[in-house]
């Protein structure tokens, strides 16, 4: 593989470390040369780490990029990496000459880069927001930056993630104090306490922050020095206001630092206080010497810091806890030590410059085998299901279709049908077309093999006439193109009108396979409709085999929701139906009942945005304690997760509740159509009525029967649960079968 990397070549700080250390890295395992369009300290130190670079500046741009073309053509680079604006501009120029893909590492908020210049701003900046969207592939050195990328509508499965590392192996040395502070012209005793940041000055660094917390900790502890290392356009206001606040003998301005691990050797706490951030170096540098961290919260830095345990974060901009967890750390050396102790072990481990090396090589296969499939478009596998309307439960019938499906057919080409098209594309890696789009619709027909109507409960006139008719029609119109079609873990019924019961036992007798995900009611269905043609099967809802997310990726949303993540929970999932609203109090008295008499605090879950949200704090005002409310929209997983950590859920939404019992959660449904009905009686697992008839009593004396009883159903889900999701990988193979 050889790979071609593209920088400005102006770059310091954190993104040269990047590309210095992995491009060097990098060479270890395959064929990698670094362009830099500057003569400079960047360039000279590439060379001097035996990195293959090469030197483009011309003064003539196109001449600049004829010759990045020529490289890429005449070496056979597979793929071009780029590393900020001007990069970023040349690799898609370069792309669309020589066909080869393209992929940037976005170090920073590329709408922040420019902040301290109105020129650069509206020349790079808008220069490089465009670039960005013609880019193939994008690397985010944070989660936090991936999320920021997937917001501006960048697509998800475009992005990948490669969080910064650095050399754990190598053996930096040691750094005598006092020739630090004869370098660097310090005035500095033995028993000071030295709290350093190492940045560029720039606003986006927050240094006014790390000023005014200096002069909180000063006020309480005198012989605490503040050290500022680095340079950058704010350094005159800085030290301006340094000296106008009376600091200047305790915050003290280094200048340039050519050698990071000299600063972090010498310094007791690191601190950074940037407003945004991807990952920075300056805390891994840190972390490499065991020192005691306090930083910001932003970026890719909870995914290192545990909050009090191996450092302290702070809101961005909050100088006051800040100075707080600085005076903490001052005045206690054994923390210091163990928290520095603490965040080397977990760098160490997680954030090691092999890592960082091993997941990037891993990206380029990734990107290599995509554009390869890309080569060959035309899906095998149609899916239309009721997707783009951000429904979570929905959502997780089309991850699980698409998992399941290439667990068994790797390279499996997919469409679906959808509301939102480029959402779902990012999504779930798959191609996507507008469920109205007949034209594209019927091309894609032509040279499919297999049509899926996808999970859920699709066939039915209970919500509208107008859903089961495009549901059919989209069958009736595979099997006219000769498509397979299969009815993929369906719902069936209620189909109320008779005319649509004789349109649907027409289509439905037409299709090759019926899976239905239970019994009754919809076996029941299919045969009072007379569908006696395909094959019918009972399997399970395709969601069953989705995993939760990390545990301690949900202690993040839990403290990010303001919920104590120590419990005991009791979870609502709840929605609004029809014009009822007299359960809406019955449930806020149960809520109330529960926290009061058991101590288990109530989270309302919505699976619906933004619909279940509205009526879920409507309930929740309703109650005369507290509640918490998932007001943050998240992935499947990470909801699965959030049900996790309930003890017991009461739930109207169906997914809520296969979400619960997958998770062996004991669960106590709220009835409003059968499907819910028919879910609960297949676990056997009880129901309080329908939500109409809705009574505060029976409610109640259902959850205390949960409650008393709960180790033993936890038990009896457990087995159900591996039951479920054996019998819903039965759905891909059966899909497979037919291609």
């Known amino acids: 593989m050889k790979v071609l990397h593209l920088i400005g070549g102006g770059d310091v700080g954190g993104a040269k470390t990047h590309v210095l250390s ?103 900046g808008i220069i490089n927001t465009i670039a960005l969207r013609f880019i193939d592939y994008y690397v985010a050195v944070s989660k936090n930056f991936k999320d920021m990328l997937v917001n501006r509508r960048f697509l998800p499965n475009k992005i990948f ?140 830095l909870p995914d290192l810091i545990d909050h009090g345990v191996n450092g302290f974060l702070f809101n961005p901009g909050d100088h006051v806890k800040l100075s707080q967890y600085l005076l903490k750390l001052v005045n206690d050396r054994e923390l210091r030590e163990d928290m520095g102790n603490r965040i080397y072990l977990k760098a160490s481990e997680k954030f090691s410059l092999k890592n960082m090396c091993k997941t990037q090589l891993d990206i380029y296969e990734s990107v290599l085998q995509a554009k390869s499939l890309e080569s060959h478009s035309d899906p095998d596998i149609i899916i239309s299901g009721y997707y783009g309307f951000k429904n979570i439960g929905d959502d997780a019938m089309l991850m699980a279709i698409t998992k399941n499906l290439r667990q068994h057919k790797k390279d499996a080409k997919i469409m679906v049908l959808s509301r939102e098209p480029h959402e779902t594309k990012g999504l779930y890696n798959v191609d996507s077309v507008f469920r109205f789009n007949l034209i594209s619709i019927l091309r894609s027909m032509k040279r499919g093999k297999l049509f899926i109507n996808g999970g859920g409960n699709l ?71 007379l569908i006696t043609t395909p094959k019918v099967l009972i399997t399970a809802d395709p969601a069953t085999t989705i995993e939760p997310s990390p545990s301690e990726e949900i202690d993040k949303i839990l403290l990010n929701e303001g919920i104590d993540g120590e419990g005991p929970f009791i979870g609502f999932s709840i929605r609004k139906w029809h014009n009822l609203d007299r359960y809406e109090r019955v449930v806020a008295d149960a809520a109330d009942y529960v926290l009061k008499t058991h101590g288990l605090k109530p ?65 106590v449904g709220l009835i409003y159509e059968p499907k819910v009905e028919g879910f609960l009686k297949s676990i056997n697992q009880p129901s309080a009525g329908h939500v109409k008839d809705l009574d505060y009593d029976n409610l109640i004396a259902l959850i205390e029967k949960v409650l008393k009883d709960k180790s033993n159903i936890s038990r009896q889900l457990a087995g159900i649960s591996d039951s479920l999701k054996e019998k819903a990988i039965e759905n891909a193979k059966i899909a497979i079968d037919l291609l």
């Open 22 to 124: 992995l491009v060097k890295e990098l060479s270890k395992h395959i064929d990698v040369k670094l362009i830099s369009f500057r003569k400079g300290v960047f360039a000279d130190d590439a060379k001097a780490m035996g990195i293959d670079v090469e030197v483009i500046q011309s003064g003539n741009l196109l001449k600049d990029i004829r010759r990045v073309i020529s490289i890429v053509q005449d070496e056979n680079y597979v793929m071009t990496h780029s590393h900020g604006a001007k990069a970023n501009m040349i690799a898609v120029i370069v792309s669309r000459y020589t066909k080869v893909p393209t992929v940037t590492t976005v170090h920073s908020d590329y709408r922040l880069d420019y902040l301290q210049s109105f020129i650069k701003r509206v020349t790079f």
């Open 161 to 300: 993630t490669v969080y910064n590392g650095i050399d754990f192996d190598h053996d930096i040395g040691t750094y005598s104090k006092d020739k630090f502070a004869k370098k660097y012209n310090l005035n500095i005793d033995s028993s000071d306490i030295l709290v350093g940041i190492l940045v560029r000055l720039t606003p986006v660094k927050g240094l006014t922050v790390f000023i005014n917390a200096a002069k909180e900790v000063i006020k309480n502890n005198p012989n605490v020095k503040f050290l500022i290392g680095g340079e950058g356009e704010e350094k005159k206001s800085l030290e301006a206001k340094v000296s106008s606040m009376g600091l200047s003998d305790n915050v003290l301005f280094l200048g340039f630092v050519n050698d990071p691990y000299e600063f972090m050797s010498n310094i007791d706490i690191n601190v950074l206080t940037s407003i945004s951030e991807s990952f920075p170096y300056s805390i891994l540098e840190g972390t490499r010497v065991k020192k005691a961290t306090v930083s910001s919260n932003v970026g890719g």
């Open 459 to 529: 066939i039915q006139d209970n919500t509208s006439t107008r859903s089961l008719i495009y549901y059919l029609l989209m069958i009736w119109l595979a099997k006219k193109r000769h498509m397979k079609v299969m009815l993929y873990a369906n719902g069936i019924g209620p189909i109320n009108r008779r005319i649509n019961r004789k349109i649907t036992k027409y289509v439905l007798n037409n299709a090759d396979v019926i899976t239905l995900r239970e019994n009754c009611p919809s076996k029941q269905e299919i045969d009072n409709l």
């Open 603 to 667: 989270v309302f879950i919505p699976m619906h945005y933004p619909s279940d949200l509205a009526i879920c704090e409507r309930i929740a005002s309703k109650m005369s304690g507290n509640a918490y409310i998932i007001k943050n929209k998240y992935s499947v997983p990470e909801t699965i997760g959030i049900i996790s950590r309930m003890d017991i859920l009461v739930g109207m939404r169906l997914h809520a509740l296969i979400f619960a019992a997958c998770q062996a959660i004991p669960v």
